[in-house]
């Protein structure tokens, strides 16, 4: 049998299923240990240092108990530090990205994916470079600078090389002021070699979601292709580092397997990264399964309501306090509204998930992969980020400053972060205004602005923040950054 050790390269021993249900029994029989609790969150609070703020963060075993915790005061003190972290260490901004769908030809089974090679109704489409490009250009005119490329895994119409052949072609198009400064990647758990090209290629986050921690499950819920090895999946985040890849995105596709489980999985995954190399998940993604072509999620055995859902947000912002949370449109305008404070970072807008759907005028449904809740416009999205008194963020200055891996986190220890992200988002936001947005967007955005300059404490990074944005505004000058 294995046994758990966090600094293992093998899947079954840093993701160790006897420790999930010690955790589990751990968490079940202390959910009302007022005296533990109390502790717990005690260790969870951001404390203040000469320079800035530190978090201590949670083990797996102390998160599952907060998970677990049925008393709504401390549910609520839960919550309260959630939004104390998310303040201190990613302030009121929030960053801006929108995923593109270049192929949905997939050779895997998966049984929760319109994707799955025995889907034989759905169309199925690759974009041409050509269409890349057309497609790029149609983000830009949105006013996106950062992607989330998506594909299925298929090595004859999807190889690596047609892979970075899409990448070259999105940060070679400049439409405009357009341009594309970030593509994060999420593709199939691959090989070392491939990660490496990836790295050379530019990328920024390399994205892979586990689906689910729990082994059984997982090899039904995969039974046939090359995603059915649970091992090489869920050690792919170790390869990926091995070929230089220092920012990867975790994430569990919440709904098919027990929360509790796959939440202990989760954070027991971040603290095996930070024990092997040094630094934990750049991001954790909270996608939950979504109604799509040939899907239907109430076959799953794990659906969660939307406290719940706020609950597991909130734990994993207690956890891995500096790590990055993403929500994408999967989620409603409520959902999203009510996590933005609990900790996610950054979130998707104007997003379509079918191949090719950003040059249709209409919404595509022949190829999504799945349905979108949050429909908005992204100029839609931008602008009511920023009347609940959230700055829209494009900054994508951190990766291309060599502030990646365990940088980032320096970064945000440092207590800098007003004196670096904020003017970045500022600048960054100006530029979104300036080029993209609607007249109302504009009028809230540059009040936003001229307030939250105020908000820089360095005076000379203020003044050169004030000079960068009338640059933009009165040039063509853009790119900005601290
Ligand atoms: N094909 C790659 C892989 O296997 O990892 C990644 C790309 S896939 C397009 C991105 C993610 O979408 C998957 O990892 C899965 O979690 C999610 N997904 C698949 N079907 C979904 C559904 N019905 N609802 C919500 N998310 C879904």
Redesign the pocket.
Known sequence: MAIYNPKSLKAEEFINDEEIQATLAYAEANKNNVELIDRILAKARPQKTATGCVCAGLTHREASVLLACEIPEKIEEIYKIAEEIKLAFYGNRIVMFAPL?LS?Y?V?G?L????HLKNKHIARKKLTQEEVRAEVIALQDMGHKRLAI????DPKNNPIEYILECINTIYSVHHKNGDIRRVNV????TTVENYRKLKEAGIGTY???Q?TYHKKSYLELHPTGP?HDYDY?TEAMDRAMEGGIDDVGL?V?F?LELYKYEFAGLIMHAEHLEAVHGVGPHTISV??????DD?D?DTFDGGIDDDTFAKITACIRLAVPYTGMIIST?ESEAVRAKLLRLGISQISGGSRTSVGGYTEEERPHDTE???VSDQRTLDEVVRWLMKTDHIPSFCTACYREGRTGDRFMSLCKSGQILNCCHPNALMTLTEYLEDYASEETKKIGYAMIERELERIPKEKVREIARQHIADIRNSNRRDFRF
């Open positions: 769908y949905n997939c895997n998966c929760y994916c319109p994707y998506e594909a299925g895994e999420n593709i199939a758990a994205i892979l979601f689906e995603k999946h994430g596709l709904g996608p939950r399964v979504k109604r799509a899907i999620p999967r992969q799945f349905d």
